[in-house]
């Protein structure tokens, strides 16, 4: 019976004991995690401000080298004189956003860290390093090969004809294939925590591969603003990677395979 206890307390050891926080203490704690994190947004959203015309000018760069390509004017309209100090005004708070995540991201995990145990804190490092670096490698492969070569299709197919592109509308479109890039990315993300919870695991999504394969170029053809097959093909590239390595993520962390590595190192 001795044995026994002694065997047990090394595992239970390492479960820190839940701290007790009333409603009350939950609102203050979450109150000041907003408060800090609108802080840093604000501080970005001024210091992106001061630069936002180039943050700008990096935007229209894919427009502007499709429309010298094709020979035709290189400059975008607006309908509204409020237009241009409205965009200016969305551009920095996004641009701000994005330069504060990784506070913002780290205010979010001291809100919910104390629920956690101790072997659970120690995801924090890599889910802030992950998902930021994921995110903005989904962006920038949009940036340089999926908008680009929807804008050359597009412009391309109409040249016959003169453009007057607003500023909103190619802000609208650049943001969605950015962004829905940038969240593309984040698959990986997303079946590490389905992974972890036991919801989903590597034999079930290796099993359904070829239907998640027909589901990817059903999102793809929604989601890409061109009707060619090549800007398709593009777009699901880059998902069917990530696909084969959230397999291979689920089978890591899921507890099935946790506990299959403990019972083979003895533990």
Partial sequence: MFETATEVAPEESKRDPMPTMGFLDHLEELRRRLVYSIAAVAVGFFACWWKVERIYDVMQRPIMDVLKANGLSQQL???NPT??????LKIAALAGLF???PFVLYQVWMFISPGL?????RYVVPFMV?????????????????YPQALGFLVHFGRQFQPMITIS?????FLSIILGMGLIFEMPILIFFLALMGIVSASFM????RYAILLIFIVAAIVTPTPDILSMCIFA????ALYGISIGIAWMVHPKQRRARKEKQGI
């Fill in 169 to 173: 509308e190619y802000t609208s479109l």
């Fill in 83 to 88: 237009e241009p100090f409205n965009l200016y």
């Fill in 237 to 240: 590239a880059p998902m069917v």
């Fill in 99 to 101: 330069l504060t995540s």
């Fill in 117 to 121: 145990y101790r072997n659970e804190k």
């Fill in 77 to 79: 309209v607006y309908l």
């Fill in 130 to 146: 992950s998902t930021i670096a994921l995110f903005t490698t989904g962006g920038y492969f949009g940036f340089k090969v999926v």
């Fill in 206 to 209: 290796w099993k359904n591969f």
